[in-house]
């Protein structure tokens, strides 16, 4: 057979082909347009800059998808939140005072509210902001809040059945001055934190159901004004609107959640333009891209400094690591696996960063800050696991005190979260440095990591320790559970994350140092949520231990008191806990006098669930953007503090 | 021909129905309250739970479910994602067209070098250049997405400073076109991997088709070399080329979850995975639609260009 080796003339073709495509991709990157520049600033040690565009990275694939304040759970989340509506409009209170969960009252739309009578009634004073549009934000701005509440409550993210608006008797306005009548006495901490926590006030230009009308009377009517009829069933719960104003309400939020839905229009419907914090939209896109501007008649005490303010999307951890490293974003956060060197401690909450990612370092300076959170993971004292014993061994005190005692938070933090972690010592965040845990606390861990402890707990109590086996109880009027019982547990957590599997991994190999065996498997997130729910027995209630590797984050229950998470048949008491005593410290920490104190110490110290250390994410920050420090616990950005320096 | 196409489309609508039946029942195979845990988080409680499974028909049997499901389908509703508070319409209506731009200029850029490259291959066969573009296809077939695109956007983008380090970022599809330059490394990045599988299918079938009698038949009667190779042996060798890319549009249409991670660019791979582990299950239906259907089209066209590429090929 003739060989093709002596057609060169012929495969010279195919060479020039094949290389003509890629000379095309290659003239194609020459003609096309350069990317913009992401920072805009000189050296860092002029003075400030006006104007500027800075940008920041949101959440990996977090991108703000809601812009209506009165917000249905689905959507409520931090970027929704703090990133993107409360920088347009102001919640009545703002929290977060410099690195403290604090109210801040300067930032906050009304003065700091006054309780008298006993509790039941809280009195606050408007400010003189001014709405976008010209108007100002009056007293009944909150009430329009507050008689959607009535109506809409079922909508509303942060309704639980009791609060908001079902402890208020009336709420009542005259001039600048409001004043909340409640039912029964509220501790001042709580109602504020917890409960004022949740208003923003609504402009009179959103009082319509269509647009370009007068305003109807939802915002107007007085909140007795307001009636509607509440049904409870075992299908649920409906509220129904009776008097006219009600059902202006009804119809208001339909339209209004109508108009949310269209997120292509959020940057063009007039409604959304009527603003009274520091910024408003002027671009909006479905992927994430977000523009916002200065809001020229906006109140407060500080006034924005940029041009241009950018929120940019993100795909996953890696895009936005290219991001920061070409320069192209001026506030993100530094993933976890890019972490070069590990932060130090200090204290029970100084966290000192290492040394920035290479990478980055010649333009960027990093920063760590906590979160108002907790970390945990619950366990059922109802399991009918292990033969029916789980649930009883799981109600000891003894054995949560020595399972918690061998979790090692300050090594989990150090070699799983690279020092950019705090502790979890109980049920009220020692971290961010706060007024709310007792200062026993703020000292150290009251179950510090100790191996030798923990066995003895359970020698004392009757079983025989096994180090890297199964311990057997072998006396069963000190164990509580029948002699031969083994200390063998589920623990179902969210798989996919390498950080989270590194985490557990370490603490099994911990409890198995007395002889404790965890089998752990994985799940989807909302696996583990559904398995972590109360049940009462029977061979659905088998579950032990799930992690769905979040704890819980005060938002916008800023004031821990509890109440939804360890009091007897609370909403999120995934592992029906039930104490006397915590249920009574969390009533006094919500109806009472008391302060979060002796409620901190007996939950830290009863151990309702188990403590997890929190993974603190590394903020980058541009080296010529000032303003942006200190990191705020909850979350909120305040970019109109921000600037550039030449 | 006519009645085989009739015959394959209204088969192809029983295969849509079958996956998206399939897809639909394998989603609700879940614990009770999942999707609604999915969407609202650790502090939905019971109420909020309830209400959410009412919203979304969760509460009603899986058989009236899908009923309202293929209602909605047939009135173009494709249902709403909860987790990005958009139709599921109008999320694959702005991720699809920016993944047909990327994924389609990959293939089209893979076919144009691969076909030369696996017929260079069979021209200079068992000599060091063949030996060499076969190495450079294993390694281009092996190496992983992730990897080559990180390399690419840290050396050509970080380092050198000659492309960008993302994808076009614009939201259409002239605004993605606008920005060449953007596209050359994810291009490159999923072109590699079709470039290496392509060349190597070029390469048998042109050496196949070097074997026929009618290859020897053209050789004796005075056809030069390249008229052999180019008239006669090339068109016939295209054919399994051209079903290969009838069954390559699902992955068109799929996107490249990868890559679209990597350079920044959401598109239908990373909606369609996010839907998968979100239990987003409106969205998941919806993807898998359209993929199904895409499969279908795609074999569709491959059987059609089939029978115009060889005129022996006839469907009764």
């Not at chain 1, 509220?239 to 940057?267: G, H, I, Q, R, W």
């Not at chain 1, 994430?288 to 993100?314: D, I, Q, R």
């Not at chain 1, 109600?395 to 979890?424: E, M, N, S």
């Not at chain 1, 971290?431 to 009251?446: D, M, V």
């Amino acid at each position: 057979m003739q060989s093709f080796g002596s057609g060169r003339r012929g495969t010279r073709g195919l060479v020039v082909l094949a290389a003509a495509a890629i000379v095309v991709l290659t003239l194609a990157a020459c003609g096309g347009s350069s990317s913009g520049s992401g920072t805009n600033g000189t050296t860092s040690s002029a003075p400030a800059q006006q104007g500027g565009t800075a940008y920041l990275a949101e959440g990996t694939q977090a991108a703000p998808n809601y812009i209506f304040p009165f917000t249905p759970l689905q959507y409520f989340s931090t970027t929704n939140f703090q990133q993107f509506m409360n920088l347009m409009y102001r919640p009545l209170y703002w929290f977060g005072q410099g690195a403290t969960p604090n109210l801040n009252p300067s930032l906050s739309l009304a003065s700091t509210p006054q309780y008298t009578n006993g509790g039941k009634t809280a009195t606050l004073t408007m400010k003189p902001y001014k709405w976008s549009n010209g108007e100002t934000v009056t007293a009944q701005d909150v009430i329009f809040w507050m008689n959607m509440l009535k109506v809409e409550k079922l909508n509303w993210a942060g309704y639980a059945a009791g609060t908001i608006p079902d402890d208020l008797a009336d709420v009542t306005a005259s001039g600048n001055k409001l004043t909340f009548h409640l039912n029964t006495s509220a501790n001042s901490n709580w109602y504020t934190y917890n409960e004022l926590s949740q208003i923003t006030p609504m402009p009179m230009a959103w009082d319509v159901t269509k647009a370009g009308q007068k305003p109807q009377l939802c915002g107007t009517a007085s909140f007795s004004e307001v009636t509607v009829s509440s049904k409870t069933t075992s299908k649920g719960t409906t509220v129904t609107p009776v008097s006219a104003a009600a059902k202006s309400c009804a119809a208001v939020y339909k339209f209004l959640a109508s108009e949310a839905n269209k997120l292509s229009s959020y940057d063009s419907n007039p409604l959304w333009q009527v603003v009274d914090g520091p910024f408003k939209l002027t671009h909006f896109d479905t992927t994430g891209n977000v523009t916002m501007v200065p809001n020229k008649t906006y109140s407060g005490p500080v006034k924005p400094k940029l041009a241009k303010f950018v929120e940019l999307p993100f795909t996953a951890d890696s895009a936005e690591f290219n991001a920061l490293a070409a320069g192209k974003v001026d506030v993100g956060t530094l993933p976890a696996s890019d972490i070069t060197a590990n932060a130090t401690t200090t204290g029970t909450c100084g966290l000192k960063p290492g040394a920035n990612n290479p990478r980055l370092s010649a333009n960027y300076n990093v920063y760590a800050g906590s979160t108002w959170q907790i970390n945990y993971f619950p366990f059922n004292v109802n399991s009918t696991g292990n033969g029916g014993n789980s649930g009883k061994l799981l109600k000891q005190l003894y054995f949560r005190q020595a399972f918690q005692t061998l979790v090692d938070q300050p090594t989990l933090i150090q070699k799983v979260f690279k020092g950019y972690g705090v502790g979890t010592y109980g049920p009220v965040p020692v971290c961010p440095t706060n007024n709310f845990a007792a200062q026993e606390l703020k000292l150290g861990n009251p179950y510090a990591y100790n191996p030798s402890k923990a066995k003895s707990i359970l020698t004392a109590h009757g079983w025989s320790v096994k180090p890297g086996g199964t311990s057997v109880c072998s006396d069963a009027n000190k164990c509580g559970v029948p002699a031969g019982t083994k200390l063998n547990f589920a623990l179902q957590y969210v798989g996919g994350s390498p950080t989270e599997d590194q985490l557990m991994q370490a603490q099994k190999s911990s409890w198995a140092q007395a002889g404790i065996h965890v089998n752990l498997t994985t799940g989807t997130f909302d696996t583990v949520l559904s398995a972590a729910v109360p049940c009462s027995g029977g061979s659905s209630c088998q579950w032990e231990y799930e992690n769905w590797g979040g704890g819980w984050i005060f938002a916008p229950d800023y004031y821990p008191s509890g109440e939804d998470l360890f009091q007897t048949g609370a909403s999120s008491n995934s592992g029906s806990y039930s104490d006397p005593t915590m249920d009574r410290l969390i009533k006094g920490t919500t109806v009472g006098n008391s302060d979060l104190g002796a409620y901190s110490v007996y939950g830290a110290k009863q151990l309702p669930v188990v403590w997890q250390p929190i993974q603190i994410g590394a903020t980058e920050i541009n080296k010529k953007l000032q303003g942006v420090l200190p990191l705020n616990a909850l979350t909120n950005i305040n970019p109109e503090n921000w600037y550039f320096t030449k | 021909m006519t009645g085989y196409l009739i015959r394959r489309v209204l088969q192809s609508i029983v295969v849509v129905f079958g996956v998206v039946l399939l897809t639909f029942l394998l989603s609700h195979l879940y614990t009770k309250d999942a999707a609604a845990r999915a969407c609202l988080g650790p502090k939905a409680n019971a109420q909020q739970i309830q209400q959410f499974n009412h919203q979304y028909h969760y509460d009603k049997p899986i058989v009236e479910q899908f009923w309202i499901y293929t209602k909605g389908i047939l009135h173009g509703n494709l249902g709403n994602s909860c987790k990005l508070h958009q139709s599921v319409s109008s999320l694959i209506r702005s991720k699809l067209p920016k993944t047909l731009v990327l994924v389609g200029i990959s293939t089209i850029f893979a076919l144009l070098v691969a076909i030369p490259l696996g017929i260079l291959q069979v021209v200079r066969r068992n000599t060091a250049t063949d030996y060499f573009l076969t190495g450079a296809s294993f390694v281009g077939y092996a190496m992983p997405a992730f990897l080559l695109g990180e390399l690419l956007i840290l050396w050509f983008a970080l380092d050198l400073g000659w492309f960008p380090f993302e994808a076009p970022q614009a939201a259409t599809v002239w605004g993605i076109l606008a920005d060449p330059r953007a596209l050359v490394l994810p291009v490159i990045s999923l072109a590699v991997l079709t470039i290496a599988g392509f060349s190597r299918y070029m390469r048998s079938s042109m050496m196949e088709a070097l074997t026929e009698d009618y290859i020897r038949t053209a050789r004796a009667k005075g056809a030069s070399p390249k008229r052999v190779l180019y008239r006669h042996a090339l068109r016939n060798a295209l054919i399994p080329i051209i079903t290969l890319l009838g069954l390559t549009l699902p992955a068109i249409v799929g996107g490249a979850i990868i890559t679209e991670t990597v350079f920044n660019y959401p598109g239908m791979g990373l909606l369609t995975t996010n839907a998968a582990t979100q239990n987003d299950v409106p969205l998941l239906v919806g993807t898998t639609f359209v993929a199904a259907i895409a499969t279908v089209l795609g074999n569709l066209i491959a059987d059609v260009l089939y029978v115009i590429a060889d005129p022996r090929v006839r469907y009764s």
